[in-house]
């Protein structure tokens, strides 16, 4: 442990002397132009800064930005490439924009870092919040939540809208970008817009899922549900990966028929004996040998995880209603773990573990994640080729491993987010954590995968085939409102 630190600050010397190095480099002629911009009184060249900005999440690209600008209100043109910015928690490189400006978000004035809760008639809760704040801030602050959480709630608005921003509650509410009213935007022609699906709605709708290639969010109202007080929280154990997506799948689908059959949260995890560290601190101590005695005898093992709140006022109904759902699955018989906690330990669970793992410095490691839509049709044939061909015979995956449906139907056709053409479809995410040494292993692993799923996306024409439709409206979105590619030129 104590070598791995010094390889990180040895790493971190060594970026910081070339940031120096690079500042120097920069020609008069270059710096002036950059200070004669509108914007050039809140541009900051800081090697220590410049460092900080030049990785994301992943630990593994690295783009070195020519400089940080911290602007005090939403800015109009620059012409340089240009990315947003606050917890950079994108794994290629969106948030990064090498020989260009990263646009520091958390500088944006008091005014707007408010998040506003109001109520209408028509719309019900929804909150008019920025989009460098953290989803976290409407829960703790106003005792509200979005309908739709993501699993890491340290995360910004901006941030989860430019990706989908999905979790085990989108079967039932959609990703975020499903819930979003209106956005206030800046266009890389620096028009700042306030978009509605009813105005605007090319950019709108380009702009959700976007991975922010066509604007900087500045603004979004986005629909609101009450926080609840508690939650009921369960695993169940399948070793039959047909057994486990049915009851995922049945689990799923009894929104339409009665709201109380359903289930507020479901996703799945894939367990194995090499990623126990990963799942395992949910179980009892004096569960965990006969848990690793199933992993052993079966070497793969499914997990289904859902959780259903409650309040003083469902208190005593919920207990009977989950026995209800959870009713005649057939997970491996005395194998279902149940837990009551509070809600804000439930939605929060991903940051306590992220602390945890920082503390014992096993955190600030590359992340070489790893995530895609499986259409249902194919789940069976992904688990025999990927989970045990792959995955077990290069037996490096320590992380957790998510796999759970989603429908459709909760999805807009519009956005320029990219989905499975089935009524039902998996989200499988691999959330890997490597060595500085070791990450290519894991990377390898995934383009394994990827050639595992025709097409590999290494020809125009292959994505061509992965975007359908939703090609030519791209195509089209990006000569509207990124012609001259400048926005987040990461991905």
Not at 169 to 176: A, D, E, I, L, V
């Amino acid at each position: 442990m104590a070598s791995r630190c010094i390889i990180v600050k040895l790493r971190i010397t060594s970026a910081l002397l070339s940031m120096a190095r690079q500042c120097k480099l920069l020609t008069n002629s270059l710096y002036h132009k950059l200070l004669s911009l509108p914007t050039g009184n809140n541009l900051h060249f800081n090697p220590r800064t410049i460092c900080a900005a030049s990785v994301d999440f992943s630990l593994i690209p690295r783009e070195i930005p020519t400089a940080i600008l911290r602007p005090s209100r939403p800015e109009s043109s620059i012409p340089f490439t240009i990315s947003a910015r606050r917890c950079g928690h994108s794994i290629w490189g969106q948030a990064m924009a090498s020989n260009g400006l990263v646009v520091d978000m958390t500088s944006l004035g008091h005014k707007w870092r408010d998040i506003i809760v109001l109520w209408s008639r028509m719309l019900g809760h929804y909150a008019n919040v920025s989009g460098q704040q953290l989803w976290i801030d409407a829960w703790e602050k106003h005792g509200v939540a979005p309908v739709s959480w993501t699993d890491n709630l340290y995360l910004t608005v901006g941030g989860t809208l430019s990706s989908a921003g999905i979790s085990g509650s989108t079967f039932r509410y959609g990703p975020q970008i499903s819930n979003v009213y209106e956005m206030d935007v800046i266009t890389e022609n620096g028009d700042f817009l306030t978009c509605f699906p009813h105005k605007n709605p090319k950019l709108v709708y380009s702009a959700l899922g976007g991975s922010g290639q066509f604007r900087i969010t500045t603004r979004a109202r986005i629909a609101l549900g009450q926080a609840s007080k508690r939650a009921k929280w369960v695993r169940l154990l399948y070793s039959d990966f047909l057994a486990f997506t049915k009851d995922q799948e049945r689990l799923i689908s009894h929104l339409e028929s009665d709201q109380d059959e359903a289930l507020d949260y479901v996703e799945g995890l894939l367990l194995m004996h090499q990623n126990s560290d990963s799942w395992m601190s949910f179980f009892s101590f004096s569960d965990h040998q006969r848990l690793m005695s199933l992993v052993t005898k079966n070497e793969l093992l499914y997990c289904i995880e859902v959780a259903k709140y409650y309040d003083g006022r469902t208190r005593s109904t919920v207990d009977k209603e989950l026995e209800i759902i959870l009713k005649d699955l057939s997970h491996v018989p005395e194998f279902m773990f149940k837990k009551d906690v509070a809600y804000g330990d439930f939605v929060n669970r991903v940051q306590a573990k992220e602390m945890k793992l920082q503390g014992q410095g096993l955190w600030n490691v590359p992340q070489p994640w790893f995530n895609l839509f499986v259409p249902k049709s194919c789940i069976a044939d992904f688990n025999l080729g990927v989970f045990k061909n792959i995955v077990l015979r290069k037996n490096i995956t320590t992380g957790l491993v998510l796999i759970y449906p989603t429908n459709k139907n909760k999805w807009g056709d519009r956005m320029s987010t990219v989905i499975p053409d089935e009524d039902v479809f998996y989200k499988v995410g691999f959330l890997h954590s490597s060595g500085f040494g070791d990450w290519q292993e894991f990377d390898l692993q995934n383009k394994e995968v990827l050639r595992y799923l025709p097409p590999d996306y290494s020809t125009e024409r292959e994505w061509m085939q992965q975007f359908g439709p939703k090609w030519s409206t791209f195509q089209e979105s990006k000569a509207l409102f990124n012609l001259k590619m400048l926005s987040s030129p990461g991905p």
